[in-house]
């Protein structure tokens, strides 16, 4: 079942949409990926310097890129089994470790994808308890050749869309429980807080 804004009228940014949409599914998910994310939201642009940092931009950034994948996973608990392994997993962005951090900018993508990483961390101990063979983790799918990267990538490598959700899939098949909460990339190796 693939939930969209188009499709099916989901927002991110709207609780009551999401508890719409969300609480007409009946249970049995085996697999949940929020796949949402923004870089440039209406008119904010990547921050190339603290002087940029605007709170309409930090906001805007924080509902669809942490607040937004948060609220999917807490109306999505419901649908994902009690007793037999269930993979619940956000894309978040290797620009959201603090730990990995040495270029700088980009302030309110980095803090939103770092403010995800801890949403979804901190939810997986919780949704551990109720559920001992989920996972819930975040995952970093690499830099994907779409619109949404195309103005940011300059010299970087980058994989086609296809290749990137094959990827993703792979790690997905590799996580076991164990490592409910973690930030994986798209290799299934850590990626640092």
């Known amino acids: 079942t693939g939930l969209s804004r188009r499709g099916n009228g989901l927002d991110v940014t709207d609780e ?4 719409r ?5 009946e ?15 209406g008119a904010h642009r990547p ?13 805007a ?3 669809v890129n942490a607040m937004g994948p948060a609220l999917v996973l807490k109306h999505a608990v419901r649908l994902m089994p009690r007793d037999r392994r269930a993979v619940f997993v956000a894309l978040s962005a290797r620009v959201g470790s603090i730990g990995d951090n040495a270029l700088g900018g980009w302030y309110s993508y980095r803090a939103a994808k770092a403010a ?22 975040c995952l970093h799918p690499g830099t994907v050749a779409t619109g949404f990267t195309e103005k940011y ?3 970087h490598p980058t994989v086609t869309p296809e290749v990137a959700a ?3 899939l792979g790690v997905i098949e590799g996580l076991s429980p164990a490592e409910t909460g973690g930030f994986f990339d798209w290799q299934g190796e850590r990626v640092a807080w």
Do not use: C, M
Not at 16 to 19: D, Q
Not at 27 to 41: H, N
Not at 51 to 59: C, G, I, K, Q, Y
Not at 125 to 133: D, K, N, T
């Open 16 to 19: 009551a949409s999401i508890a």
């Open 21 to 25: 949409v969300l609480g007409a599914l």
């Open 27 to 41: 249970p049995g998910f085996d697999l949940v990926i929020v796949a949402t994310g923004a870089l440039e939201i």
């Open 47 to 59: 921050e190339k310097s603290l002087r940029a940092v605007e709170p309409a931009a930090l906001a």
């Open 61 to 63: 950034q924080f509902a």
């Open 116 to 137: 995800l990483n801890q949403l979804i961390h901190t939810a997986a101990i919780e949704v551990a308890r109720s559920h001992p063979q989920a996972v819930v983790a």
């Open 153 to 155: 990538v300059g010299a």
């Open 166 to 168: 094959g990827n993703v």
